[in-house]
């Protein structure tokens, strides 16, 4: 059963640090790009950030770049999203998604994790 894992989520203080992890199984390998995506509360559902299992190549959304970054570990089969220097609007449900192509859009992806809450308060 294909299924995607997350664990990490939780409440920093602004400029805090958090490190999400998804956990593929169910055929991971074929699930050739691997992202995340977060929702607001009353917001449309957003891309943040997407890798291959393997590879350098990385995509940003711009209000993330330089600040979170997306990796894939292919033998742990597990992607991590470090998130540094968090904002108070960086705040909303974070989702692993798994695709066949780089998704630009909540459309474009196959498989959806659960969701982990990030809080981002003082």
């Known amino acids: 059963q294909v299924r995607l894992e997350e664990s990490g989520g939780g409440l920093v203080q602004p400029g805090g640090s958090l490190r999400l992890s998804c956990v593929a199984s169910g055929r991971p390998f074929n699930w050739y790009t691997m992202s995340w995506f977060r929702q607001a509360p009353g917001k449309e559902r957003e891309f943040v950030a997407s890798?291959?299992?393997?590879?350098?190549?990385?995509y940003y959304a711009d209000p993330v770049k330089g600040r979170f970054t997306i990796s894939a570990d292919n033998v742990k089969n597990t992607v991590y999203l470090q998130m540094n220097s968090l904002k108070p609007e960086d705040a909303a449900v974070y989702y692993c998604a798994g695709s066949r192509i780089r998704p630009t859009s909540p459309v474009g992806v196959d498989y959806w994790g659960q969701g982990t809450q990030v809080i981002v308060s003082s």
């Open positions: 890798t291959y299992w393997t590879g350098l190549t990385r």
